[in-house]
């Protein structure tokens, strides 16, 4: 496999902020990477250091093999930030021949106004264009020279739902030709859907590095919920922490599940509408910022 | 290629075609004080005052342009995120800036034709036609290093900083290079500051062209001083600027 990224020991500060603290990584090619965090916890601040916008303080950062301020590298890897491109006064299908002109081997112009689904639209002024269909063309453009390192921030705020269908189908497709995708979002469900791995920043640092089934073993749980007349003395149910109990309607979380039915059957005829959920994303990033 | 032709194209339809209200302005506001000082205000002019004052109000048209357009411009690219391209696309700052100089010189000429058009037809200014030919020229260079710091003022702070420092900068300088007010009217040590000023090089040598049929050095040399200062200031606050 190749390696697309490597970062080595990597730490950078604003002033005297430390933005990133001592981070280790590589991501081969192929992979679908969610970087994960809270608010403020690096990960656009990583993303200017992958293509070269912020400069470092120490360690080392390598994209495509080459370092990334390199020009050549640039050919190869599109960007959607979460700030949009918008330029006034000049027409969507304007920008798209823009970004197209910038590359050798482009994608052809049809390809992007669709994947942007501008419609009757192309022809607006881009800062005319509503906020989801900025996203797309945004999306489109960081598509036009078919770029083998996809960087994908936030790439759904302000879409509405069939948009982000369409978006992640489109995601999944270019993951499907092998392309290198490195995701952020705050729709967790979106990343769990997607990513192959998950890097999760936490206060700066990378606390976890690995599959979402490496993550599921480490922070594995199952949410219960059901409605009963009986009261939690009564319940006395040892093997899991009782979350929330109101109006007879009880929520476990779970981590032996087998053991906690096992006590639960025995109470069973008056136990009602059992749930058991599996962790979830959102779950286990809960933990993660708790911890 | 492709790519710079396209973007002087596109640019050439957002900062001049689909943006008039701001053409106008560089031509409405050195055409009123052109008109108010020789059409109504002109008691006690000198006889040639309405061709030297033609050439003043031309140069203070491409400062406008110069200085403010440019400003503005690249100020709301870097609002709009067009600079981000130059770090993350193969988009070289050469095309970037080639491309809107190149649209600016076009505006120049456009402005420069306007003014001479309002002067030839309105205030009855006579010249040969390379003489009109010679100010269009001459005051569209003269706005290289202009454009250079209007370039470079955007990489100041953010727009209330651009804003005050291009207003700073085009007023002090359309005064004291005397393309408001003769120059004679200011003590000795302000005109010697004064002719020092990439305005009045391009003033000077308009006049003396077209006057004297002179090329005077002095002022192609002071010309040439101030596109390379305007040169390296802009490579040097673009190397060590984190605008983006």
């Not at chain 1, 990477?33 to 303080?57: R, S």
């Not at chain 1, 639209?121 to 078919?146: E, H, I, M, P, T």
């Not at chain 2, 193969?90 to 809107?100: K, W």
Request: charged fraction near 15%; glycine fraction near 6%; include cysteine.
């Amino acid at each position: 496999m190749t390696k697309v990224i490597t970062v080595q020991n990597l730490s950078t500060k604003y002033g005297q902020k430390v933005v990133l603290e001592n981070l280790s990584f590589t991501i081969q090619a192929g992979e679908i990477v969610g970087l994960l965090g809270a608010n403020g916890a690096g990960k656009t601040t990583l993303i200017k250091v992958l293509l070269g916008m912020q400069e470092i303080n120490s360690g080392q950062v390598q994209i495509l093999q080459q370092n990334p301020h390199s020009q050549s590298i640039k050919e190869q890897i599109g960007v959607m930030f979460q700030d949009d491109l918008v330029i006034k006064r000049v027409r969507a299908v304007e920008l798209i021949e823009l970004a197209r002109s910038l590359y050798s081997k482009p994608l052809a112009s049809k390809n992007l106004e669709q994947i942007a689904d501008l419609g009757k639209d192309g022809k607006n002024y881009v800062n005319k264009l509503s906020g989801g269909q900025q996203r797309k063309l945004n999306f489109a453009l960081a598509l036009a020279g078919d770029p083998t390192l996809l960087f994908l921030d936030e790439p759904t705020a302000g879409m509405d739902t069939t948009s982000r269908h369409h978006f992640w189908h489109y995601v999944r497709q270019l993951a499907a030709q092998g392309k290198t995708i490195i995701v952020t979002s705050h729709y967790l469900a979106e990343i769990e859907d997607i990513a192959t791995r998950i890097l999760f920043l936490k206060n700066h640092k990378l606390i976890h590095d690995g599959s979402l089934a490496d993550l599921r073993a480490n922070f594995s749980y199952k949410s219960v919920t059901f409605k009963s007349n009986l009261t939690p003395q009564q319940l006395a149910l040892n093997s899991g922490n009782l979350q929330s109990y109101e109006h007879n309607h009880y929520l476990f979380v779970v981590q032996d599940i087998d053991q906690f039915l096992q006590e639960l059957v025995s109470q069973m005829s008056q136990i009602h509408d059992l749930q058991i959920k599996e962790t979830s994303l959102d779950d286990i990033f809960q933990q993660l910022e708790e911890k | 290629m492709h790519n710079f032709r396209l973007w002087t194209q596109i640019n050439f339809k957002r900062l001049i075609g689909r943006n008039l209200r701001s053409f106008i302005f560089c031509i409405l506001v050195p055409a009123a004080f052109y008109l108010l000082f020789t059409k109504v205000m002109n008691q006690g002019m000198p006889r040639d005052f309405k061709q030297t004052y033609l050439i003043s109000m031309v140069i203070y048209a491409t400062l406008l342009s110069s200085v403010i357009t440019v400003s503005n411009n690249t100020l709301a690219d870097r609002e709009q995120h067009v600079w981000r391209l130059l770090k993350v696309t193969p988009l070289n700052i050469s095309t970037y800036y080639g491309s809107l100089f190149l649209n600016i010189l076009l505006l120049s000429v456009i402005e420069v034709a306007a003014m001479e058009l309002i002067a030839f037809l309105v205030v009855g200014v006579e010249l040969t036609l390379s003489n009109w030919g010679l100010i269009i020229l001459l005051a569209t260079l003269g706005s290289l290093p202009l454009m250079l710091f209007g370039a470079s003022i955007t990489y100041l702070g953010d727009g209330n900083t651009v804003n005050l420092v291009s207003s700073m900068l085009v007023f002090p300088v359309a005064v004291l290079s005397g393309l408001w007010w003769p120059l004679s009217m200011f003590p000795h040590w302000l005109q010697k500051i004064g002719q020092l000023l990439p305005t009045y090089q391009t003033y000077d040598l308009i006049n003396r062209v077209i006057q004297k049929h002179s090329w005077p050095l002095t002022s192609i040399l002071g010309e040439i001083i101030w596109l390379i200062i305007g040169i390296i200031m802009i490579l040097f606050v673009q190397k060590h600027s984190h605008a983006v």
